[in-house]
């Protein structure tokens, strides 16, 4: 007896839901992230608006003075969804899991001079207060920014801010042996070392943005921009002569972040000063009023962590925000900061 085995193709009748069809065309498959991201924003059937917000639906672009024709238009290039980002995080989570295991066994900071265990304390770990609040600035890009696209990446960013405050806090703990006591010591510079409160008051502002798309343009874009190549890069590279390679072992995931989040924020603020004038002049504004604050208080910190060094240090990160970030807008770059205090 003789059996055939037949395979036989049987075409789907349509390849995807109709709104990525209405997107993309009767022919094209979307991939997970499309699938994941396109036209998830509600949009009506709300039932009732925000007591908190008379005028204003809950979920209403009008909470930005950007204007895009479509807000799918502010794709994430790394196209994170909920899958795809919780992977990536994972492998990144096991490397730097096995760092913290490395320094712990290995007693990597029982070393360490009272100086250098001194520098961290005043000027890395208060950074975990930052992590934070900025934790709280991406939640409310999520609570309150339109579309999708958009808020799903700034979701995952409001975790990652969550977990680096977590390392350095992890940090610290190696620090004394896991007393907490440099934890302890290092909120207190946060709350009352001079050098500590221009910045702790910048983080207070920044909280209180209204302007969701200013807020992102503050923090992710401007702050960040130049707060991670100072911090991770030229604070690393100052302290690694006590540290030796540990310190930049565990801080890893944070300069990898920061390389990958400015793809993200690259890309989103690209596409909005492109989509009009009217918005190429109001992220120019706030890239030109935001800058100042930012460049100053982290140049007070930076004098008093490494005194006559601190000018060529900023001087550095200035001229990496202006090259990784205005000029891929479009945008004249912004001139370095003579005017320490100012505020918006």
């Given amino acids: 007896m003789q059996i055939d085995i037949k395979t036989q193709g049987i075409e789907p009748v349509r390849p995807a839901y109709d709104h990525l069809v209405r997107r993309l065309g009767p022919r094209k498959l979307p991939n997970r992230y499309q699938e994941a991201t396109y036209d998830l924003q509600d949009e009506a059937t709300f039932h009732y608006l925000p007591l908190w917000d008379e005028g204003r639906q809950i979920f209403d672009p009008g909470r930005t003075a950007v204007a895009m024709a479509d807000w799918y238009d502010l794709l994430d290039p790394r196209q994170y969804y909920y899958g795809s980002w919780t992977l990536a995080r994972a492998r990144q989570q096991e490397h730097t899991e096995h760092a913290f295991a ?99 008051r910048l983080m207070e502002e920044l909280l209180v943005v209204e302007d969701w798309f200013e807020l992102f343009v503050a923090q992710d874009v401007v702050l960040d921009g130049l707060m991670y190549p100072l911090v991770y890069g030229e604070f690393d590279t100052r302290l690694a002569t006590a540290t030796g390679p540990v310190l930049t072992l565990l801080t890893a995931f944070m300069r990898e972040w920061a390389r990958e989040h400015g793809r993200w924020t690259g890309a989103v603020t690209k596409r909005a000063v492109a989509e009009s004038p009217h918005n190429a002049t109001l992220i120019g504004g706030w890239l030109d009023r935001w800058h100042p604050p930012c460049h100053d208080t982290l140049a007070t910190l930076t004098r008093a962590a490494f005194g006559d060094r601190a000018a060529a240090m900023m001087t550095a990160a200035d001229d990496a925000f202006n090259h990784h970030a205005r000029q891929r807008f479009g945008l004249a770059p912004t001139a370095h900061s003579t005017t320490p205090g100012d505020r918006p």
């Fill in 102 to 200: 490395f320094a712990e066994e290995q007693g990597a900071f029982a070393g360490l001079d009272g100086e250098a265990v001194a520098a961290l304390t005043r000027y890395l770990l208060p950074f975990r207060h930052v992590e934070y609040g900025a934790n709280l600035n991406n939640c409310y890009l999520t609570a309150y920014g339109y579309g999708a696209a958009f808020t799903n990446a700034a979701m995952f960013a409001t975790v990652d801010r969550l977990a680096m405050a977590q390392y350095l806090s992890r940090i610290g703990l190696l620090l004394d042996g896991g007393s907490a006591a440099a934890l302890d010591e290092a909120k207190a510079h946060w709350m009352d070392a001079p050098e500590w409160q221009p910045l702790r």
